[in-house]
């Protein structure tokens, strides 16, 4: 059952409010008071409207993204050939570092992909080393950025 299937539809109010927040989210000392003006609901409706929909799988998180190099950081793409078995405590162990802002699997060799950020690529390298030294996932690629091709994802609900 995938997330979406999950608990009642949502309605065009929660779908206004996935469009607001994913791509113009107010920098304001209440943004969610800012929202509910813009949608003619109540800051306490934006809230708990928000909490349901991370309940339900359908939010990950609300915060910023930053361009790493503009802030003095470096990033990759990292791959590992994780044995199936392992696949859950290697996710687990990756998201404990605070500089891995997300993780996935594909059907391939490398079958776990997961993005790095830090102030170096010296510290990348000892948190992926740490990791192998963890999990026992040897293989572990590190694929640093040449040129970013950036693109603004929005998905109009």
């Known amino acids: 059952m995938s997330a979406f299937s999950k608990g009642a539809p949502m309605d065009d109010l929660d779908r206004e409010l996935l469009n607001r927040v994913q791509s113009d989210f107010p920098i304001a000392s209440r943004p969610y008071a800012a929202i509910a003006g813009d949608l003619g609901i109540t800051e306490a409706q934006v809230i708990q409207r928000l909490k349901a929909l991370k309940a339900r799988g359908i939010i990950r998180r609300i915060g910023g993204n930053f361009v790493p190099h503009k802030l003095g950081f470096v ?12 696949l859950e405590s290697f996710a687990e162990t990756v998201n404990r570092y605070p500089g ?53 994802a929005h998905f109009d609900l």
């Open 75 to 86: 990033s990759t793409l990292c791959a590992a050939k994780v044995p199936e078995e392992k």
């Open 100 to 152: 891995v802002t997300h993780n996935y699997t594909r059907d391939n060799p490398f079958n776990v992909w997961f993005t790095f950020i830090a102030p170096s690529m010296e510290e990348i390298d000892a948190n992926l080393e740490a990791i192998s030294r963890e999990t026992g996932v040897r293989e572990i690629l590190n694929l640093p950025a040449t040129k970013v091709f950036k693109i603004r």
